[in-house]
């Protein structure tokens, strides 16, 4: 019975590892002179790497000149943690200071007459970016333990994720509250300066209706 809860938990953890381990790997196409962003959130102290290609459109012969582009990835505050010019592939990697919206612009060269680049990109945070498989090959670990590591680290990467989104939880709900403050305000204020026109229109009708002696 014991040995049957063990595996039942092992299922559901191993279930648990396999929908977290989720990256954002895309394929897309860029004109010649154009520009593409791709963002992702994450957040601070966070591992991130990401791998991007040019698709080369004849493999039995070198890229073309025409095949290069330059890439920038920038935070939300516009720091920059990677750039690089007229390159047909590159990687980058680091740890995220700020939390956040990440954003991995690329542009194609500019080229006449227009063509179409075919770009790969891999980008990969917090759990996914760690390559366990070589941890695995260096400790000679057998499969029970090595998925045992990847699961601790997957469960507390959820547990942080978690955090992470109850302080953005948190900064939403204070945001409403000013807003909602200030919108009462205005609304006092609106409250205010109707009441204040009606009471000078009284007034100017009061006055009139005096002068022509019909009250």
């Known amino acids: 019975m014991v040995v049957l809860q063990s595996l039942?938990?092992?299922?559901?953890?191993?279930?648990?590892?396999?929908?977290?381990q989720v990256s954002q790997s895309l394929h897309f196409e860029?004109?010649?002179?154009?520009?593409?962003?791709?963002?992702?959130?994450?957040?601070?102290?966070?591992m991130t790497v990401g791998k991007y290609t040019v698709v080369n459109p004849n493999e039995a012969h070198p890229s073309p000149q025409s095949h290069k582009i330059s890439i920038r990835v920038t935070s939300s505050y516009g720091n920059t943690y990677h750039h690089a010019e007229d390159v047909q592939s590159g990687q980058f990697a680091f740890t995220a200071v700020e939390a956040g919206d990440y954003m991995a612009c690329f542009t194609a060269?500019?080229?006449?007459?227009?063509?179409?680049?075919?770009?790969?990109?891999?980008?990969?945070?917090?759990?996914q970016s760690k390559t366990w498989s070589s941890v695995a090959k260096k400790s000679q670990v057998d499969i029970m333990e090595f998925d045992v590591k990847r699961l601790i680290e997957t469960v507390n990467?959820?547990?942080?994720?978690?955090?992470?989104?109850?302080?953005?939880?948190?900064?939403?709900?204070?945001?409403?509250?000013?807003?909602?403050?200030q919108m009462a305000l205005l609304s006092f204020f609106?409250?205010?300066?109707?009441?204040?026109?009606?009471?000078?229109?009284?007034?100017?009708?009061?006055?009139?209706?005096?002068?022509?002696?019909?009250?």
């Open 30 to 46: 860029l004109h010649s002179g154009r520009t593409k962003c791709i963002s992702e959130d994450i957040k601070s102290n966070s």
């Open 8 to 20: 039942n938990l092992y299922a559901v953890l191993i279930s648990l590892a396999i929908l977290s």
């Open 157 to 181: 990467s959820i547990h942080e994720e978690m955090f992470y989104l109850r302080e953005r939880e948190e900064e939403m709900q204070n945001l409403n509250r000013a807003t909602n403050s």
């Open 109 to 127: 060269v500019d080229h006449k007459p227009e063509v179409t680049l075919s770009i790969d990109f891999d980008w990969r945070t917090g759990v």
């Open 190 to 215: 609106s409250l205010f300066v109707c009441l204040g026109v009606a009471a000078m229109q009284f007034l100017h009708l009061k006055t009139f209706f005096e002068k022509k002696k019909v009250i």
